[in-house]
Structure formats: structure tokens, C-alpha cells
């Protein structure tokens, strides 16, 4: 029987590209983290402007992939509105910095019943990029 025996140099190169790229997925979430965090203090000085709620589903997470099958997460509402800076129509989709999601769909469909649709509302967005917007400040 012919066993392949890798060269050690092989192996240590597996290992530092397996180890390096575990470190940047993490500095990458770590990124995305820390500049979330980061806009939503900045959100809680952003003006509001009036807008108009256009649409409140509600949409299944999914947490990963596993041998098993798919693992959801959980239910996220997914509020979609509109609203004008300056005379430029935006349509948003962020509610809050963080994720929001439910564990229980109708959870999820009772926070949905909270934004009907054509619904006033008040939203926060960044003078500098106003498309970018978030109706929870914080």
C-alpha cells in the first residue's frame, strides 16, 4: 500500500493559511462590529427628517450551513421606508445599528404591526451621507 507523505513545508503552509484566514474573517467581523457600534453613537446627533413607512415583513435568519442541513437564527423584521434630504428621494432599510431578530415569528410579526404602512415616522440620517439612515438612533 503507497502512502503520500506530505513535505513538512506543506503542511506548515496549510497551517498558516488556514490560521491567517480565521484571523482575518475575525478582524473582518471585528471591523464591521466596531463601526456599527461607532454610527450608532454618531446616529444619536444625526437631524431627523419626516418619512413615510413603505413595507414591514418579516424574514427568516440563517445562522450557517451545517452537515445537517441550514440553521436559522431566528425572524428579523425588515421595515422598508422612504424620505427626502434636500429635495433627494432615499428609501432606507436599517431600523437599528445593531440586529434585530426574534427567536419567535410572531414576535417578529407583532414589532412588524408597529410600522403600518404609509405611516409618519421619524428618521435619523447622517448629514454628510444622508442615504445612509436608521429609524433607532443609538
Not at 2 to 31: K, N, T
Not at 32 to 39: D, H, M, W
Not at 122 to 132: A, M, S
Request: charged share 20%; with cysteine; glycine share 12%.
Amino acid at each position: 500500500m503507497f502512502v503520500y507523505d506530505a513535505p513538512q513545508g506543506l503542511e506548515d503552509l496549510f497551517s498558516i493559511v488556514l490560521v491567517g484566514g480565521l484571523a482575518l474573517m475575525l478582524a473582518v467581523y471585528g471591523f464591521s462590529r466596531v463601526r456599527a457600534a461607532l454610527r450608532a453613537r454618531a446616529s444619536e446627533q444625526w437631524p431627523t427628517v419626516q418619512g413615510k413607512i413603505l413595507t414591514c415583513a418579516v424574514r427568516r435568519e440563517v445562522l450557517g450551513l451545517g452537515r445537517d442541513g441550514i440553521h436559522f437564527g431566528g425572524y428579523a423584521p425588515v421595515v422598508r421606508y422612504a424620505y427626502s434630504v434636500d429635495g433627494v428621494d432615499y428609501v432606507g432599510n436599517r431600523v437599528t445599528f445593531g440586529k434585530l431578530v426574534f427567536g419567535d415569528s410572531a414576535l417578529a410579526e407583532r414589532y412588524c404591526d408597529t410600522y403600518e404602512r404609509g405611516q409618519l415616522i421619524d428618521i435619523y440620517y447622517c448629514p454628510r451621507k444622508p442615504e445612509l439612515s436608521v429609524l433607532r438612533a443609538g
